[in-house]
Structure formats: structure tokens, C-alpha cells
T-cell receptor, first 111, second 114 residues
Framework: RKEVEQDPGPFNVPEGATVAFNCTYS??????FFWYRQDCRKEPKLLMS???SGNEDGRFTAQLNRASQYISLLIRDSKLSDSATYLCVVNKRDSSYKLIFGSGTRLLVRP | NAGVTQTPKFQVLKTGQSMTLQCAQDMNHNSMYWYRQDPGMGLRLIYYSASEGTTDKGEVPNGYNVSRLNKREFSLRLESAAPSQTSVYFC?????????????FGPGTRLTVL
């Protein structure tokens, strides 16, 4: 079983739609959680960290459920520019800061 | 401030050839990482360096060696390339502040081994 699992998609949605991605992680020692965005043939970039209380950044909302070992990302009012692959990432809080990546969920926003 | 830079951007090797992928960061970060990314899979950690002078194996270290030359530079060497090493390689460094951290990635090296 992979340590971080995501639905690969693709999610194909119209502009303006709300779309949600889910991610599960298997290691209960995981301490930090992130969503990274990766555009086609580009490097991953941090979209947002995920905090226990949940957090919002503009149209993006991230939630963490430690009991169920589950992370979510909600995108409201989707834009064409949101088309990308969204990577769920976790790490243990140790001195190495090693990240464990999910394989990503692909989002396609159509006009 | 260039961030994380990698060279080369593209490389084609024949089986058995060797090469070194170069990575440098100008953000004064202590820790640096090498990942590979294959289709349908997440990034997998090859090696990392928690600080200058130290290196440790990640999830998939076989067939690779690394050198942390100084705080800025972290190179990845393939001694005898194999087709299974065809992949996109990303170097990263990490910013940390208390409980917060963020990894910054280079643009990647696309390697094909024939």
C-alpha cells in the first residue's frame, strides 16, 4: 500500500465549478501536510500547507482529519489556470524533513 | 536570486554511460534533496543531505551516488546508466522556520537512457 494515496483523475470540470480532491495517508506519525501544484513538465510548487484547524487561501480550502488520516483540497470558482496536477504531500516531523508524495490528481478546467 | 538551478535540462545516455546531474541553491538552505518522477508515480526520494557534509539514502538510492560539495551544491551521479533510470530528476532545498517548512524545486532534468 502506498503511504499517500490519491485518485489520479482526471477531474474534468467547467469554469466556475467547485471541485474537491481527497488524499489518505497511512503513517500515523505524519506531522506536516501540504498540497503542491505541478504544471505539465514543470517542477512542483507549494500551493498551501494544511493545518489541523483547516485553512483557506482565496478560492482554496484545505482540511485535515487526523483520526481518519485524510486530507482534502476544495477549489471554488475554478479558473482555466487551475488546470494542473495537485500533489498531496506529508512528512514526519524529524530533522530530515523528508517528504512523501502522492502520485497526484489531475484537474482539467474547460471553458 | 535564482532559487534552485539544475543542469543539464535534458540528457540522453547510452546504457553503461556515466554522468553527473548538478544542482545549486542560493537561498542558504541547509537541507537538499534529489527526487525522481516517473509517469503515474509520485516523486520518490533518491538521496538527501540534511546539512553540508552529510548525505543519506532515500527510498530508491540504488544505482546513484551523491556529493554535497558545499552548502550550495548537491550533485547526483549515475555511474553506469540503465534504461530503468530514464526519468525526470528534481533537486530541492528546504526552508524551515519553527514548525513551518517549504521545499523549493529546481526545473528538473529529463534523462533518457537508451
Amino acid at each position: 500500500r502506498k503511504e499517500v494515496e490519491q485518485d489520479p483523475g482526471p477531474f474534468n470540470v467547467p469554469e466556475g465549478a467547485t471541485v474537491a480532491f481527497n488524499c489518505t495517508y497511512s503513517n500515523s506519525a505524519s506531522q506536516s501536510f501540504f498540497w503542491y501544484r505541478q504544471d505539465c513538465r514543470k517542477e512542483p510548487k507549494l500551493l498551501m500547507s494544511v493545518y489541523s484547524s483547516g485553512n483557506e487561501d482565496g478560492r482554496f480550502t484545505a482540511q485535515l482529519n487526523r483520526a481518519s488520516q485524510y486530507i482534502s483540497l476544495l477549489i471554488r470558482d475554478s479558473k482555466l489556470s487551475d488546470s494542473a496536477t495537485y500533489l498531496c504531500v506529508v512528512n514526519k516531523r524529524d530533522s530530515s524533513y523528508k517528504l512523501i508524495f502522492g502520485s497526484g490528481t489531475r484537474l482539467l478546467v474547460r471553458p | 536570486n535564482a532559487g534552485v538551478t539544475q543542469t543539464p535540462k535534458f540528457q540522453v545516455l547510452k546504457t553503461g554511460q556515466s554522468m553527473t546531474l548538478q544542482c545549486a541553491q542560493d537561498m542558504n538552505h541547509n537541507s537538499m534533496y534529489w527526487y525522481r518522477q516517473d509517469p503515474g508515480m509520485g516523486l520518490r526520494l533518491i538521496y538527501y543531505s540534511a546539512s553540508e557534509g552529510t548525505t543519506d539514502k532515500g527510498e530508491v538510492p540504488n544505482g546513484y551516488n551523491v556529493s554535497r560539495l558545499n552548502k550550495r551544491e548537491f550533485s547526483l551521479r549515475l555511474e553506469s546508466a540503465a534504461p530503468s533510470q530514464t526519468s525526470v530528476y528534481f533537486c530541492a532545498s528546504i526552508w524551515t522556520s519553527g514548525s513551518r517548512n517549504e521545499q523549493f524545486f529546481g526545473p528538473g532534468t529529463r534523462l533518457t537512457v537508451l
